[in-house]
Each structure stands twice: as structure tokens, then as C-alpha cells.
């Protein structure tokens, strides 16, 4: 196994160059320009290169009406456009948590601040964890 690792770590080159499995390319949101009231989506490609990908007029324009469009993928032959759907989530009890090592802290309005402490379980960890280390150093046989 050495030998193989020398060999191939050394600088020399390989006669089997690497191949393309897949040939794609994510385009962040920074780089493009989207148009919600013409259905449009701009890419930049390279500077002076935009391509424009529209959805108006597609057999899912019905299906997306509202939601935001995601990273598009860009293939050799086609270009896939996710979309990203919103739905409003409505929270009835809301508690607002602060966590700490000893202690989990919250707030509600309607009860006020809730305190749980969380040192018996850190002690617990620190004494197992201190045990564990002895039952290691034991069964290494350097005690």
C-alpha cells in the first residue's frame, strides 16, 4: 500500500485523466436578475452574455403563481428552474429560548420566565466522562 502511495504522491502524472460524471452548473441567486410581473429569470453568464429563461405561458405557470424562484441549474440542452414555495405558519404559544451550558432560559408573555437548570445532567456527563477515561487508561495496561 505504501508503494502505491509513493508512487502516485510523488508529482508524476497519470495516464487516466479524470472524467465529468455530471455536466452542470448551479447559478447562485447573485447572478441573476428575476422579473416576477414578466415571468422572466436574466443569467449572467459571462460579462455581456444573459440569456433569458421565461415561464410565462408553460403548462406549471398556474402552479407557482406566488412563490420565489431558487437556484437555477443549468444543463448542457436545458435549464431548470426551482421554485420555492411560502406558506404562512401560524404560531399560537410563542416561548422564546436562550441556551447555555447550566441553564436553558425562556420567556413567555403570559407566563413569564422559565428557568430550567441543566447542571445535575453536566455533572453527570463530567463524571462518566472522567470514568470512561480511567476504564480506557486501565485497558491500555498503564495502570
Same mark, same amino acid.
Given at each position: ?43 449572467? $453568464? ?80 463530567? $463524571? ?16
Amino acid at each position: 500500500m505504501k508503494n502505491w502511495r509513493r508512487r502516485y504522491l510523488r508529482g508524476r502524472a497519470r495516464k487516466v485523466k479524470p472524467r465529468i460524471r455530471r455536466r452542470y452548473a448551479r447559478c447562485k441567486t447573485t447572478l441573476m436578475k428575476i422579473d416576477y410581473h414578466a415571468k422572466t429569470i436574466r443569467i449572467t $453568464l459571462k460579462q455581456g452574455e444573459y440569456p433569458s429563461i421565461s415561464w410565462k405561458s408553460t403548462w406549471f405557470e398556474h402552479r407557482v403563481r406566488g412563490w420565489t424562484v431558487g437556484e437555477a441549474i443549468i444543463f448542457d440542452d436545458r435549464v431548470v428552474i426551482p421554485f420555492k414555495g411560502s406558506e404562512e405558519i401560524y404560531v399560537r404559544r410563542v416561548i422564546g429560548w436562550d441556551s447555555n451550558e447550566l441553564s436553558l432560559d425562556g420567556y413567555k408573555p403570559s407566563i413569564g420566565f422559565i428557568h430550567v437548570d441543566l447542571k445535575p445532567p453536566q455533572s453527570i456527563k463530567i $463524571l462518566y466522562e472522567r470514568k470512561k477515561a480511567i476504564a480506557q487508561r486501565k485497558g491500555r495496561g498503564e495502570l
